[in-house]
């Protein structure tokens, strides 16, 4: 892979290419390794003997390391590519098409096929139509995105209940990963029957375990690995499938185990196990208290409300900025509502016409 980064790397490889440069293409491919922006160069010949039309791939647009991914709601390698694209488009006068200059979307057509496109009728970016069952031919995959959305926080739909696992000590915390039932099995009965008995009718319910807890807890976790390490055996993938496969490597009970595996659900089982070993571990050696947030009756309206207070830098936020951010979507009724019900639910504080989320809030996210 090429990584192009700058203009000049553009500038470079463009100068190595032999005819008249006429467009210049940045498009997204999307495979099981995330999302990629490629860049492609189209030239008409100028020697009579070469062929008339060329494609020539460039290579893929990549940040600086330790970059942030995004500025805004915009990814920022859309933002290096039109940086890019337009010295292109300036030096050479040739044409920068870059159909999805805001968001990953492979459904949009190569510059030769934009006579087959339609435009999405919410941003207005080119589509190839009939690529998706589930989304119609007039809308891109991320305005349908934000359309389900809005209507999951306008009809307050429920979230599905979670549970989320913190290792705190001295107002600081580790670990806010998903604590799954099946985790749950693991525990000490005492444990369990005190996760049956929370309250029913609560929102929310935090339940913290004694060191006692952990320890049993770490003791039935560590036997379940041990036995699911002594049966696997490392599959033969042959050098092809390789860049499928899932490469796990950690340490235990001072051993380095390197596991490798595609669709392996014992791999993920082992995975999950050696992880939560490694957590309860964490706790019982750093003296963290081991406490589990369980939300039930969230909705996809509470949950955006939240998150609009959390990110990015989770300060204090106005009446005013919260009605104008929901304005579209919201009577001022509703939104006074969803404020009320969180601050019942000991979510967010509201002081004067200021409001700022709770260490409670932001632990069920």
């Known amino acids: 892979m090429y990584r192009i980064t700058t203009f000049e790397t553009v500038e470079q490889k463009i100068n190595e290419i032999p005819g008249t440069p006429t467009v210049l293409e940045a498009i997204w491919d999307g495979d099981s390794d995330g999302w990629h922006l490629l860049l492609y160069l189209y030239t008409v010949a100028t020697a009579p003997s070469a062929q008339a039309d060329e494609t020539h791939y460039l290579g893929q647009v990549v940040l600086p390391e330790g970059s942030p991914s995004f500025t805004g709601d915009r990814w920022n390698e859309c933002i290096v590519a039109e940086e890019i694209g337009n010295k292109a488009a300036k030096k050479y006068n040739l044409t920068f098409y870059f159909p999805s200059n805001m968001h990953p979307d492979d459904d949009c057509p190569s510059w030769p096929d934009k006579h087959l496109g339609v435009s999405c009728t919410e941003c207005g970016k080119l589509l190839l139509p009939g690529k998706s069952e589930y989304i119609p031919d007039d809308i891109c995959q991320h305005c349908h995105g934000e359309q389900e959305d809005n209507k999951d926080i306008k009809e307050q739909r429920p979230l599905q209940p979670s549970a989320r696992l913190y290792l705190l000590k001295d107002d600081r915390w580790l670990h806010g990963s998903v604590w799954s039932e099946n985790a ?179 632990r069920i996210l």
């Open 184 to 362: 749950t099995s693991y525990m000490a009965e005492v444990t369990r029957e005190r996760i049956k008995n929370l309250p029913s009718g609560n929102v929310i319910n935090i339940l913290q375990l004694s060191r006692e807890e952990i320890a049993e807890l770490k003791n039935n976790l560590e036997k379940t690995l041990d036995r699911l390490l002594d049966a696997y055996e490392m599959p033969v993938i042959d050098e092809q499938r390789k860049r499928f496969a899932r490469l796990y490597k950690f340490t235990y009970k001072d051993k380095t185990y390197e596991l490798m595996g595609i669709l392996n659900h014992n791999l993920d089982r082992i995975a999950d196990l050696a992880d939560r070993v490694a957590i309860t571990e964490q706790a019982i050696t750093g003296d963290y208290d081991f406490v589990i947030y369980f939300s039930k009756g969230i909705t996809h309206r509470d949950d955006s409300f939240l998150r609009f207070l959390r990110i990015p830098d989770n300060i204090a936020r106005s009446l005013a900025a919260i009605n104008k951010e929901y304005a579209y979507l919201l009577t001022k009724a509703e939104i006074t509502e969803t404020l009320e019900r969180l601050k019942t639910l000991g979510c967010i504080t509201i002081n004067g016409d200021q409001v700022s989320i709770t260490q409670v809030g932001e």
